[in-house]
Protein backbone atom coordinates (compact mmCIF):
# COMPACT_ATOMS: atom_id res chain seq x y z
CA UNK A 1 0.00 0.00 0.00
CA UNK A 2 1.31 3.44 -0.78
CA UNK A 3 0.46 5.60 2.09
CA UNK A 4 0.75 9.10 2.08
CA UNK A 5 1.03 11.60 4.86
CA UNK A 6 0.74 15.62 4.93
CA UNK A 7 0.62 18.55 7.49
CA UNK A 8 -1.32 21.30 6.49
CA UNK A 9 -1.88 25.16 8.31
CA UNK A 10 -5.98 25.09 7.96
CA UNK A 11 -6.85 28.01 7.71
CA UNK A 12 -9.68 29.91 10.03
CA UNK A 13 -12.99 29.90 8.60
CA UNK A 14 -12.61 25.57 6.91
CA UNK A 15 -13.98 23.06 7.46
CA UNK A 16 -12.22 20.00 8.65
CA UNK A 17 -13.72 17.77 5.67
CA UNK A 18 -13.57 17.49 1.56
CA UNK A 19 -17.06 18.23 0.94
CA UNK A 20 -19.91 20.17 1.99
CA UNK A 21 -20.74 24.02 1.68
CA UNK A 22 -18.39 26.39 2.30
CA UNK A 23 -14.61 26.24 1.99
CA UNK A 24 -13.53 22.80 2.22
CA UNK A 25 -9.79 21.17 2.63
CA UNK A 26 -10.01 20.13 -1.17
CA UNK A 27 -8.91 23.96 -1.53
CA UNK A 28 -5.52 23.25 0.14
CA UNK A 29 -4.84 20.88 -3.28
CA UNK A 30 -5.17 17.88 -5.00
CA UNK A 31 -4.95 15.13 -2.85
CA UNK A 32 -5.62 11.25 -3.67
CA UNK A 33 -9.18 10.33 -3.23
CA UNK A 34 -8.59 8.37 -0.34
CA UNK A 35 -6.55 10.68 2.06
CA UNK A 36 -8.86 11.88 4.99
CA UNK A 37 -8.21 14.28 7.76
CA UNK A 38 -6.95 12.70 10.99
CA UNK A 39 -9.16 14.00 14.05
CA UNK A 40 -10.77 17.41 13.65
CA UNK A 41 -10.02 21.30 14.29
CA UNK A 42 -13.62 23.35 14.42
CA UNK A 43 -13.98 25.67 11.71
CA UNK A 44 -13.29 28.92 13.75
CA UNK A 45 -9.73 27.17 14.45
CA UNK A 46 -6.52 26.81 12.96
CA UNK A 47 -3.39 25.44 12.48
CA UNK A 48 -1.78 22.12 12.08
CA UNK A 49 -4.33 19.23 10.59
CA UNK A 50 -2.64 15.85 9.74
CA UNK A 51 -4.26 13.82 6.55
CA UNK A 52 -3.13 10.81 5.38
CA UNK A 53 -4.64 7.30 3.52
CA UNK A 54 -2.82 5.22 6.44
CA UNK A 55 -5.24 3.99 8.84
CA UNK A 56 -2.73 3.30 11.36
CA UNK A 57 -2.06 6.86 11.88
CA UNK A 58 -5.66 7.62 12.70
CA UNK A 59 -5.33 4.59 15.35
CA UNK A 60 -2.61 5.83 16.55
CA UNK A 61 -2.78 9.28 17.51
CA UNK A 62 -6.42 9.24 18.47
CA UNK A 63 -5.90 6.50 20.83
CA UNK A 64 -6.77 7.38 24.24
CA UNK A 65 -5.02 5.44 26.14
CA UNK A 66 -1.75 6.70 24.60
CA UNK A 67 -2.76 9.89 23.54
CA UNK A 68 -0.36 12.27 22.41
CA UNK A 69 0.67 15.99 23.57
CA UNK A 70 -1.03 18.93 21.47
CA UNK A 71 0.02 21.92 21.76
CA UNK A 72 -2.59 25.47 21.11
CA UNK A 73 -1.62 28.66 21.29
CA UNK A 74 -4.39 30.65 22.00
CA UNK A 75 -5.25 34.61 21.99
CA UNK A 76 -7.56 35.39 24.82
CA UNK A 77 -9.47 38.71 25.56
CA UNK A 78 -7.59 40.10 28.68
CA UNK A 79 -4.30 40.38 30.74
CA UNK A 80 -4.32 36.44 31.65
CA UNK A 81 -3.16 36.44 35.23
CA UNK A 82 -0.84 33.67 36.88
CA UNK A 83 -3.70 32.49 38.76
CA UNK A 84 -5.85 31.76 36.02
CA UNK A 85 -2.66 30.16 34.33
CA UNK A 86 -2.41 27.71 37.07
CA UNK A 87 -5.83 26.61 37.03
CA UNK A 88 -5.53 25.73 33.43
CA UNK A 89 -2.92 23.34 33.98
CA UNK A 90 -4.46 21.83 37.05
CA UNK A 91 -7.47 20.98 35.80
CA UNK A 92 -10.80 22.85 36.23
CA UNK A 93 -14.61 21.56 35.53
CA UNK A 94 -16.21 22.73 32.09
CA UNK A 95 -19.85 22.04 30.94
CA UNK A 96 -19.98 20.09 27.41
CA UNK A 97 -24.06 19.24 26.34
CA UNK A 98 -25.28 20.26 29.58
CA UNK A 99 -23.00 17.91 31.76
CA UNK A 100 -19.76 18.91 33.39
CA UNK A 101 -16.66 17.38 33.28
CA UNK A 102 -13.37 17.84 34.98
CA UNK A 103 -10.54 18.29 32.30
CA UNK A 104 -7.14 16.34 33.12
CA UNK A 105 -3.92 18.60 34.17
CA UNK A 106 -2.48 20.64 31.32
CA UNK A 107 0.82 22.75 30.82
CA UNK A 108 -0.08 26.53 30.83
CA UNK A 109 2.11 29.08 29.88
CA UNK A 110 2.58 32.74 28.46
CA UNK A 111 3.10 32.69 24.70
CA UNK A 112 4.11 36.25 23.94
CA UNK A 113 5.90 35.77 20.45
CA UNK A 114 3.29 33.85 18.91
CA UNK A 115 1.37 36.33 16.96
CA UNK A 116 5.06 37.28 15.46
CA UNK A 117 5.74 33.74 14.32
CA UNK A 118 2.13 33.00 13.22
CA UNK A 119 0.48 33.86 9.70
CA UNK A 120 -2.45 36.85 9.38
CA UNK A 121 -5.78 35.35 10.28
CA UNK A 122 -8.19 36.15 7.40
CA UNK A 123 -10.13 37.86 8.74
CA UNK A 124 -8.28 39.20 11.33
CA UNK A 125 -9.10 39.95 15.13
CA UNK A 126 -10.98 42.82 15.50
CA UNK A 127 -8.48 45.48 17.62
CA UNK A 128 -9.47 47.04 20.34
CA UNK A 129 -7.16 49.72 21.69
CA UNK A 130 -8.81 49.90 25.31
CA UNK A 131 -8.70 46.03 25.62
CA UNK A 132 -5.92 43.98 26.29
CA UNK A 133 -5.56 40.71 25.11
CA UNK A 134 -2.94 37.78 26.28
CA UNK A 135 -1.04 34.75 23.79
CA UNK A 136 -0.82 31.57 26.18
CA UNK A 137 0.52 27.99 24.91
CA UNK A 138 -1.83 25.40 26.13
CA UNK A 139 -0.45 21.40 26.05
CA UNK A 140 -3.40 18.93 26.36
CA UNK A 141 -3.05 14.89 25.84
CA UNK A 142 -7.54 14.96 25.74
CA UNK A 143 -9.70 16.28 23.02
CA UNK A 144 -13.29 17.23 24.68
CA UNK A 145 -15.72 18.98 22.19
CA UNK A 146 -14.71 22.74 21.65
CA UNK A 147 -12.58 21.89 24.95
CA UNK A 148 -10.16 24.71 24.55
CA UNK A 149 -12.28 27.56 24.43
CA UNK A 150 -14.28 26.36 27.00
CA UNK A 151 -11.20 26.10 29.46
CA UNK A 152 -10.35 29.44 29.31
CA UNK A 153 -13.97 31.28 29.24
CA UNK A 154 -13.86 29.29 32.83
CA UNK A 155 -11.36 31.29 33.81
CA UNK A 156 -12.46 34.40 32.76
CA UNK A 157 -10.41 34.78 29.47
CA UNK A 158 -12.70 34.26 26.57
CA UNK A 159 -10.26 32.84 23.42
CA UNK A 160 -10.26 35.25 20.65
CA UNK A 161 -8.03 33.18 18.34
CA UNK A 162 -6.82 29.01 18.69
CA UNK A 163 -4.15 27.69 16.72
CA UNK A 164 -3.24 24.06 16.66
CA UNK A 165 0.69 24.56 17.04
CA UNK A 166 2.25 20.99 17.48
CA UNK A 167 1.27 17.62 17.75
CA UNK A 168 3.94 16.25 19.86
CA UNK A 169 7.01 17.17 17.91
CA UNK A 170 5.48 18.23 15.09
CA UNK A 171 4.60 22.16 14.50
CA UNK A 172 3.19 24.58 12.01
CA UNK A 173 6.42 26.56 12.29
CA UNK A 174 7.10 28.72 9.00
CA UNK A 175 3.95 27.56 7.20
CA UNK A 176 1.92 29.72 5.68
CA UNK A 177 -2.08 29.58 6.46
CA UNK A 178 -3.11 27.01 3.75
CA UNK A 179 -0.22 25.30 3.01
CA UNK A 180 0.48 21.81 2.09
CA UNK A 181 3.83 19.77 3.25
CA UNK A 182 4.56 16.23 2.47
CA UNK A 183 5.84 14.34 4.87
CA UNK A 184 8.46 10.90 4.90
CA UNK A 185 7.36 8.28 6.89
CA UNK A 186 10.56 8.16 9.12
CA UNK A 187 9.82 11.64 9.59
CA UNK A 188 6.45 11.70 10.89
CA UNK A 189 7.95 8.77 13.36
CA UNK A 190 10.50 10.53 14.59
CA UNK A 191 8.15 13.72 15.19
CA UNK A 192 5.46 11.82 16.57
CA UNK A 193 7.09 9.32 18.87
CA UNK A 194 5.35 6.55 17.17
CA UNK A 195 5.67 3.11 14.91
CA UNK A 196 4.09 2.77 11.97
CA UNK A 197 5.09 -1.02 11.64
CA UNK A 198 2.11 -2.62 12.52
CA UNK A 199 -1.22 -1.31 13.10
CA UNK A 200 -2.10 -0.51 17.28
CA UNK A 201 1.93 0.18 17.97
CA UNK A 202 2.81 1.76 20.98
CA UNK A 203 4.59 5.01 21.40
CA UNK A 204 7.87 4.53 21.35
CA UNK A 205 9.58 4.91 24.68
CA UNK A 206 11.14 8.11 25.60
Known sequence: MNYRYYAAYKPFGMLTQFSGEGETLGALGDFPPDVYPVGRLDKDSEGLLLLTNDPRLNGLLLDPVHAHARTYWVQVEGDMSPQALEKLGQGLPIRIKGKQVLTAKASARLQPEAEALL????????????????????????????????????????????????????????????????????????????????????????
Open 119 to 206: PERIPPIRYRKHVPDTWIALTLREGKNRQVRRMTAAVGFPTLRLVRWAIEGLTVAGFRSGEVRTLEPDELETLLGISLLQSGSLPKKR
